[in-house]
């Protein structure tokens, strides 16, 4: 079962940035947070991953609170091309347990 | 570099049949998971294969298997199709490492048992 809790739906409007929460709070020590996003029947896209400390990509920041039960992604100025499920996972091996995602609209 | 490559990408059999399934990692990607999408149950781990020996197992009947070969590749063999079995097929490789790299996922086999 997957050990996170994410919302089901979430909307943003086009270059404003888009924030999806993520609630893991039976995580352990050693467990990384990982974020993909699916779009529309492809295979999962890695985003990020990060453990305690906050990470920036490219892509997107994570944001991990410092009891780390909880974390956010942020895509800085959202495209529609943006529009996907996005998966947290928390992570053990490469067993990658996935949620329901969140699915974030992108609107004009 | 080349990206995960999965085939074939669409299927359509018929129930009690078999079928294989195959992937080939990144270029010097050594672990290989698989996974299954359905509507109804979402992305569902099956299996994992690293230098040709299975390290962990999802929570799946054993009609369901899998295998890598030395050179990485890995197939997987569903036998006695059910139209349960109906999904999208995900395979992933990573580097693996002992601090956990990124999984890449390939496109998919959209298998359909009529």
């Known amino acids: 079962d997957a050990k996170t809790t994410q919302p089901p739906s979430m909307d943003c409007a086009e270059g404003r940035a888009a924030n999806l929460p993520c609630n893991h709070s039976t995580i352990s020590g050693n467990e990384y947070v990982y974020w993909y996003r699916q779009i529309h029947s492809q295979g999962p896209q890695y985003i990020i991953h990060?453990?305690?400390n906050n990470e920036t990509n490219e892509m997107a920041s994570l944001i991990i609170t410092e009891d780390r039960k909880s974390s956010t992604l942020i895509l800085p100025h959202a495209t529609l091309r943006d529009t996907a499920v996005y998966y947290c996972i928390v992570r053990v091996d490469n067993d990658m347990r996935f949620g329901a995602g969140t699915r974030l609209t992108v609107k004009p | 570099k080349a990206g995960v490559t999965q085939t074939p990408r669409y299927l359509i059999k018929t129930r009690g049949q078999q079928v294989t399934l195959s992937c080939s990692p990144i270029s010097g990607h050594r672990s290989v998971s698989w996974y299954q999408q359905t509507p109804g149950q979402g992305l569902q781990f099956l299996f994992e294969?690293?230098?040709?020996?299975?390290?962990n197992k999802g929570n799946f009947p054993g009609r369901f298997s899998g295998r890598q070969f030395s050179n990485s590749r890995s197939e997987m063999n569903v036998s006695t199709l059910e139209l349960g079995d109906s999904a999208l097929y995900l395979c992933?490789?990573?580097?693996?490492?002992?601090?956990?790299?990124?999984?890449?996922f390939g496109q998919g086999t959209r298998l359909t048992v009529v």
């Open positions: 294969y690293f230098s040709e020996t299975q390290r």
């Open positions: 990060g453990l305690k």
């Open positions: 992933a490789s990573s580097l693996p490492t002992v601090q956990y790299t990124e999984a890449f």
